[in-house]
């Protein structure tokens, strides 16, 4: 089945010590999208690709970087984690961004970082 | 910005039917997305408004009304599997979706 996957589904860090989330995609989308979505809270999206063109949002803190090798492959990196990064991390994709029926996101399962 | 509020919590019984309501202001609106999320989970598409209306798929319907800036997630025949969450989000230009706080379904036996 075509899908969203992410990995690991569970990761614990060290306070300012670097880790890397990772995202693959099966749907062969364009784009692909990283939200953070802290406990009891909506998911807010950080940034996202459209193939190789990154799209910061203006609210993303400067500690959060993103990477896009290839088209099924996009890493979200922190890199110095604080206490205030603890959350669920959801990676997403779309076909387009032309914002049309046919541009549902579909969501991975989520990679929950513990900080510690 | 994007603003959307819906209810933070209801609760129902087995075959019951539940509304969840969504309001929101805008810059620039494409439509009105429904996801679900079970707890520790993904957010998983339901539906999606683009015109005003009603759309249905299965047990679930939903209905935009872009003039009142009003959408709503009808749950019909409640079963146990539907306790979630339910976000409304709004699309906007770049496909960026926008979500509501969540409206926290429990379903009682």
């Known amino acids: 089945d075509a899908m969203v996957i992410q990995n690991p589904r569970y990761q614990v860090t060290q306070f300012g010590k670097p880790v890397t989330l990772s995202c693959s995609q099966t749907?062969?989308?364009?784009?692909m999208y990283w939200y953070q979505q802290k406990s009891s809270q909506a998911p807010k999206l950080l940034f996202h690709y459209y193939d190789k063109d990154f799209n910061n949002e203006a609210d993303t803190p400067d500690n959060f970087q993103s990477r896009r090798p290839n088209t099924s492959f996009c890493f979200l990196d922190i890199r110095s984690p604080g206490l205030g990064d603890a959350a669920m991390y959801l990676c997403a994709t779309s076909r387009s961004t032309s914002g049309g029926r046919t541009d549902t996101q579909y969501f991975g399962p989520g990679t929950r970082l513990t900080v510690l | 910005g994007q603003s959307l509020e819906q209810p933070s919590e209801v609760t129902a019984v087995e075959g019951a039917i539940v509304q969840i309501n969504c309001t929101y202001q805008t810059s620039g609106f494409y439509g009105l997305s429904w996801y679900q999320q079970h707890d520790g989970g993904a957010p998983t598409f339901l539906s999606y408004n683009g015109l005003d209306g009603l759309e249905e798929t299965g047990r679930f319907s939903s209905f935009l009304s872009r003039s009142d800036s009003y959408g709503y997630l009808l749950l019909q025949e409640l079963q146990m599997k539907d306790s979630a969450s339910y976000f409304c989000a709004v699309k906007a230009a770049g496909n960026k979706l926008t979500f509501g706080g969540g409206t926290r379904v429990l379903v009682k036996p």
């Open positions: 749907l062969n989308h364009n784009v």
